[in-house]
């Protein structure tokens, strides 16, 4: 199957904690993408890879958060001193090349519960 | 900045009606237009796109059309099936912006 991996698929932690969620891409493909889905607020951007580095940050909700991407595939976000309010489904997506017009891929996500 | 502005939900019809989720958008350059949607307990899955005006998507029965001049591309099917309940997303992607911007999305249920 080679689509996009997402893990873990569910999380709960504590208030407090910090927390790693990883996206692996499909094979190939140089762009990447992540994104938050919550009652609230729908589906967010949080940030963008090309290849390994981060044009585009813009959605970061505070410094809490980060991302990085190595040999230009997987990807790990960070949350630090997670709190109640990142509570929400994180999702990865992944596409063959950059442009406006290329469709993303995306995974099943990570069910992020902060207790 | 960019927006997607969908139907307000959930939308509920019997098997075989016919479908429309109006989508509007707002956006600074000449974007791409798509619908992605959310099978129940499955991940978000691109259903089609659009990328000029009068573009055209279609997939699996569903069809939408890029309007430039009412900035819409409502999503359209002639006979849903029970098949099709899903969570419904419009998104658009502005040129040299890369991320996708999602509309709220519209909760779809088909009853027998």
């Known amino acids: 199957g080679a689509g996009v991996s997402q893990s873990p698929s569910n999380k709960v932690t504590e208030k407090g904690k910090d927390v790693e969620l990883r996206c692996d891409p499909i094979?190939?493909?140089?762009?990447l993408y992540w994104y938050r889905q919550s009652l609230g607020q729908g589906l967010e951007f949080l940030i963008y890879?090309?290849?390994?580095?981060?044009?585009?940050k813009s959605g970061l909700p505070s410094d809490r958060f980060s991302a990085e991407r190595t040999g230009g595939s997987v990807s790990t976000l960070t949350i630090q001193r997670t709190q109640q309010e990142d509570s929400a489904v994180y999702l990865c997506?992944?596409?063959?090349?950059?442009?406006?017009?290329?469709?993303?891929?995306f995974g099943d996500g990570t069910r992020l519960s902060i207790l | 900045g960019d927006s997607v502005t969908q139907m307000e939900g959930p939308v509920t019809l019997s098997e075989e009606a016919f479908l429309t989720i109006n989508c509007t958008y707002t956006?600074?350059?000449?974007?791409?237009l798509f619908w992605y949607v959310q099978y129940p307990g499955e991940g978000l899955q691109l259903l089609l796109k659009?990328?000029?005006?009068?573009d055209k998507g279609s997939n699996k029965g569903f069809e939408a059309t890029y309007r430039k001049e009412t900035t819409s591309f409502h999503l359209e099917k002639g006979s849903v099936q029970v098949s099709d309940s899903a969570v419904y997303f419009c998104?658009?992607?502005?040129?040299?912006?890369?991320?996708?911007?999602f509309g709220q999305g519209t909760r779809l249920t088909i009853n027998p």
């Open positions: 094979s190939g493909h140089t762009a």
């Open positions: 890879f090309q290849g390994n580095s981060a044009p585009d």
């Open positions: 956006a600074t350059g000449y974007p791409s």
């Open positions: 998104a658009l992607s502005d040129p040299g912006a890369q991320k996708l911007v």
């Open positions: 997506a992944s596409s063959s090349r950059t442009g406006s017009n290329q469709p993303q891929h």
């Open positions: 659009a990328t000029k005006a009068d």
